[in-house]
């Protein structure tokens, strides 16, 4: 069935690094892909999206682009606040079905 | 404000114990979705309902029940059949077809069994 591979965390980085999270995924057909947020005792949050090859979804800064290529959807952000600590997920869904997340990656930022 | 809400943000149960955590939307969003978070394990879908009156289970639906009698809620069960219900539940509603993928969650409510 589908899936979503994050890589593991905890990501360490201080203020102003440049970040990326790797995300890759397996799926039959032609799925949208998305990165949620979720702040310390949150529900999540749509960070972006991409609903088709090639596509670059951005948003707060961050960036992602849907490689089908290589079946990928990493997310990048060049410099990064200590504001953005959270967990990120990525996630996929084929229209009609339930969203798949990846297991998550937690992000530290400091000072 | 438009949003979802999940309540008791706290719940502490005693082993044998059914509990229900409330879901309400107003959205009018067609579908609802129940999922699990534990630490390291991601979420996990349970249970998910398109429309009123109908639902499907999720990857780990054993254990769990839920009810869709009005669009605006749906609540979840939390059984004695289930073997480790002590998590974060996380309840989240889209508009359907082909933005099911753009979920808005609730804060989530997290349950302990002791």
Request: glycine share 10%; with cysteine; net charge negative.
């Amino acid at each position: 069935g589908d899936s979503v591979t994050q890589m593991e965390g905890p990501v360490t980085l201080s203020e102003e690094a440049f970040l990326t999270i790797n995300c890759t995924y397996t799926a039959t057909g032609y799925p949208s892909l998305f990165w949620y947020v979720q702040y310390p005792g949150e529900g999540l949050q749509l960070l972006l999206k991409a609903t088709k090859a090639d596509d670059k979804g951005s948003n707060k800064g961050f960036e992602a682009t849907y490689r089908k290529e290589t079946t990928s959807f990493h997310l990048e952000k060049g410099s990064v606040q200590v504001s953005d600590s959270a967990v990120y997920f990525c996630a996929l869904n084929q229209a009609g079905t339930a969203l798949i997340f990846g297991k998550g990656t937690t992000l530290s930022v400091s000072s | 404000d438009g949003g979802i809400t999940q309540s008791p943000k706290y719940l502490f149960r005693k082993e044998g114990q059914n509990v229900t955590l409330s879901c309400e939307q107003n959205l009018n969003h067609d579908a609802m979705y129940w999922y699990r978070q534990d630490p390291g394990q991601g979420l996990r879908l349970i249970y998910y309902s398109q429309i009123v009156n109908d639902f499907q289970k999720g990857d780990i639906a054993e254990g769990y029940s839920v009810s869709r009698e009005k669009k605006e809620s749906f609540p979840l069960t939390v059984t004695s059949a289930q073997k480790n219900p002590t998590a974060f539940y996380l309840c989240a509603s889209s508009t359907s077809g082909r933005n099911t993928g753009e979920l808005f969650f609730g804060e989530g409510s997290r349950l302990t069994v002791l």
